[in-house]
């Protein structure tokens, strides 16, 4: 590619994905709400409100494929959540459709699904659970997704991501752990399959824990190579074993199943 | 109950269920952005945009029960869907969750569904496929309407409408209509039932060509009367057989998966 | 037939089965442990402890087809259910492997999948669920039947019976209810097919509420023609409507899920 | 339409479709390998052996729509199965692809599935066993009618017949049978509809014994309005009942199970 | 843990079992029917009849785990398998109520889905078939810890072990095959996972060879290491290979699908 | 074994197993339309053309297996097809259930399913979509396989073969390829496992791009060692990305679907 968007590149995942997509592209575009000082030399700095539609036109414009890591990460007021996650992402669906439609890498969330058990299994193909403002949030955006690739042969794989951190550090996330490693393998494979469809993807690493079937989207070739085993034993160690019926262990959106509505 | 609130009432639906549903409540409580002139007198009237929070709080405000017809019901501009069907819904379930969630009928549409052939049968389990911005509303409602079930206990059924009309006027829609009579029987049943859940149904009488299968809310104890079968000979007769790929006789949801996004 | 075996035939179904099905053979061998007064010309009378094997085996002798509603059928404690339902049982299939192996209706229960949600719709393939120490009897029954079905080729259908009473009488019952007279042809069904294999079948008659996919066994004939329609009104009218979350509204089972375990 | 084909038309089911699909074309071109006598004046005759290419080009030269119910019906030698239904049905498809691609209903058969047992339950989608080498004819044909409608557009319904006959006479035919105004229904709907697709369809009247579960085509709004219900009685009292382990009572396809290979 | 409990401990695994599960607690309590000479200083030993309701309710007090391997382990008579894993089973249940349900991990057995072809694949969801009265009693087994888990929340793992053996030794045993530290590895988990729940695990290492998917508890985190292969070719030169329709060849249960009903 | 037959052993495929299967059999006999030179010691040679019956029953006579690797391996006309691979098949099964039934590795094809969609994951139960004449002639002789077990016990292993070759050499064989020594592998399997019975098995090796799920064959414990992973770089180096709509990318059988009708 000549230019890889990245938004939310100054968040934790924008950041990690920094160095390890720059070899997807000539220059990387990052754009973030806040402003990201210091730009490597293969990078350019573009800030960008999502919810100001001639910003996402302007951020869009010139790109090759999308990384989109913007937008609200947590819950939220019903407001910010409507701004930055359903206006912003139509602004960035309808950018992407006037730009001739390059690739695009959409960061959903487990919370999509979040008021499943744990002890359930699910595929791509599960009806949406969300456990929060913003798990509905994400799950407008894959209908979105859905959408804009049926009318219009808008391309976007929709990530459902666990927890993309740097190790994992609760007993939730010995299921739910995304390496960073792991995270970027993806995004290679969604920008270099000939055809990506639009499929529903699960972020997770390949930990021993896992409540999520990837089966349908084993032609992508997307192996994650790393996993939670190596902290399991510290992790049981040094946190106390919640009760059965403790929503973090009961749900797999864990805490965001108690969250209520914010006020703004 | 003793009261039941209609909103959307004065569109076509809402008019049929005004003489349909007066026996399952004292007062009809009939809500729309447009005037509704002469109330009967079991009948009260409120003038409202669900996109003014406050209007929907005092909307809602003493209802034992809703059928919530408003919003916009066909492809629109984002800002009008976005106001109506998202900002409005919203106000409409934070409206309930403040009055002691009565049990609430959402009027979704099979345009949540649009992209699937008319050759595929579907079930409440099938992943959305919407066909417009419009289908993407209904898709973020019933994630909503999910959401507030499982975290606040909020019951909804969400219809997926077919086509609601006086009688079936083409070939789409003798697999598609859904009887005045037989919408009415269903909202009986989603106000009578002890245990409502939050089950997502597909709203279409006992015609012979069908597309959905309503195993799941068998326990409702809803069945159709209704047949488009009175009227099929008459729409072969005068309509001319699409061919086998134009959008009307591939797709479930029609026409919509032609509509352009529509500019405000 | 020549001889057909009814067990518990003083019990309520039992005594309606009585004359419903006389016409299947020559002789009904009416057998219970209390004892059954004023037998028709065409009935002979047996007492029977089922923990008894050796009169199981007498009880069994020279008949060719077993309905088998004897034993405990409500929860009790665990003393009585493991005399009538899991020795008892086994006696009777015993004595049906030493007799020419007669096809068998075993009455088995809803509530070996009482745990289920009334929300949800079951085929003979879902997982038992028991819900009290009466289901698990059950469940055992049903494991029973398969191994000498397997193993010895003892054909027995195996009929979840949900509430077979003269007619529905609450609100649970609009679903589960079975009539005698749609019991009847079922057990016409079982003794009149060639091949009987070892089916389960949910035993309720045609009513608009249900729960259960009778699918798998479309292949007997059996079409319930009876419905809990006509009295849905009146059941309404004078039965409160439960809250969504009591067991009777929730569990398929109903009260059955809020028994204790019963001593002795 | 203005022409419509029927092969195998001096057969019995080809006989009995003669008036039933009489109203469906102007003409009704009516093939055979026999001769067929007393054409009626909206009828036209053609004598034509499958296996001989050109006169299938010229047999389906100009017609609309084709009932193709020609070639061996029954377990014959390969070399016989071969001419007729192999080769005789690619020149078909052949000549459909050099004519405009008419709509083809093709006369499969239950013994392309006749190895399942009676008491499985069969959907469009389960794999094929077939008993005979008939049997396997009718999986070529399928075969073929699913490459030629992916390939090339060419619509083609694919009926696995049960027992097309006056009346059923068996025991095993209180499932299969198929009355003819029931078959000729559901041509009508496959000419009728604006998609016809490439379906599997089961071929059986509304009997309460069945086999075969036609969700996948519901979208045709074919409801057979016959049963076997009336002769049940007649034949239970008057035909053996086989063992349960007798192959008319064990597997799907009765005794064409144990047809030998025949020689020619 | 504090005390870990594991019956059955004078048997083949629960011999391998007491150095595996050593760490998972200050104290293993050892309890058998038979007499166990020489216990390490972190084990005490408890003779115990599982019939003896008393004694099993001793056993159990104090106890904050369960490893129930106790019971009979092949074939017997009815009243054999009664007394030990019907009446047995039962009371375990019963003190472990009574003693603030201390988590069970079950040894349920192969043998409850004995009946199934070697050729096909199973999940927990697969209805059970039995090869006999040890595989009923399992049945009896499993459903007993549902019940008792959605009654009263005691949760229980129900283990289907294969041959859990030093090594394999026979053909049937390249899938079946469960080395002592697999299964020790998954009794860790089975104590360590936050919520339990009351699964079905089939007990088999990761042997190329597998009749079982585990997918629905891949939530525990077990990872098995261990595989027949390493022993395949010793086994497939030194034992012939069985006809394909002999017992051990064409059922997951092998021989057990051919013992008789033992006499006491 | 005895004596081995490979058939179309002059071929790629054929030429590769020679050396690799020499093991299974004191002697490999060779058979093919083309002439072999050059046969080693355990080697004999056979020249055979398949629609010969007389050739083909000698060529059988005296093997213990056959890996039937002949016939027209390409989209040919539909004569050269028929007497290759639909003549051809019939006159091996025929020889071999004239000859104790040897069993059989019958090559079969990707081209059986080859209109399925690249972002699709078949299992053996997918329904066949045939890509060209010669994809329905593996149908053909899958549904042969079928019928000659369920009749005749005849044992048959249906290998969809996807790109059997030295290397992967193009996007679409990241995903298809199956390794010489995989699909040998996967022959001694075959031959090795007591009960065989009749599968469908998918030939590729372990790809991180894979379209096609075999856990229904899981018993027969092989497990694919090779991966195309070590060629992808290389690839996507060296070939153009095709568009998402490029028939290469967008179905299982890559150009095969874009095969015109062969002349003869």
């Known amino acids: 590619m000549k230019r890889l968007l990245i938004t939310g590149a100054a968040g934790g995942i924008g950041t990690a994905m920094r160095s390890r997509l720059a070899h ?51 819950e939220r007021s019903f407001n910010q959540i409507l701004n930055a996650n359903i206006i912003g992402l139509f602004n960035l669906f309808e950018a992407a459709r006037a730009h001739d439609r390059p690739r695009i890498l959409f960061a959903s969330s487990n919370h999509a699904i979040g008021y499943y058990r744990q002890t359930e299994r699910l595929t791509a193909a599960s009806p949406t659970k969300p456990d929060s403002l913003y798990g509905v949030s994400k799950v407008f955006g894959e209908a979105l997704a859905s959408m804009y690739f049926h009318k219009f042969g808008q391309e976007t794989a929709s990530v459902r991501i666990g927890s993309c951190e740097t190790r994992p550090t609760d007993r939730r996330m ?13 995004a290679e494979r969604v920008f270099a399959v000939p055809r990506l469809g639009c499929p529903i993807i699960y972020g997770a690493s390949a930990n021993d824990e896992n409540w999520w079937d990837n089966g349908s989207v084993s032609y992508l070739g997307w192996r994650p190579r790393d996993s939670s085993a190596k902290w399991r034993a510290e992790i049981e160690a040094t946190t106390p074993r919640p009760a059965p019926d403790d929503p973090v262990a009961l749900f797999q959106g864990g805490i965001f199943t108690q969250e209520p509505i914010h006020e703004d």
């Open 24 to 74: 997807l592209a000539e220059t990387l575009r990052l754009a973030d709400i806040a402003p990201i000082p210091d730009p490597a030399p293969n990078e350019e700095v573009v800030q960008c409100d999502l919810a100001d539609r001639d910003a996402v036109f302007d951020m869009v414009a010139g790109c090759d494929g999308i990384v989109h890591l913007g937008g609200v990460p947590v």
């Open 174 to 186: 010995l299921a739910t752990w995304l390496s960073h490693d792991d995270f970027a393998a993806l």
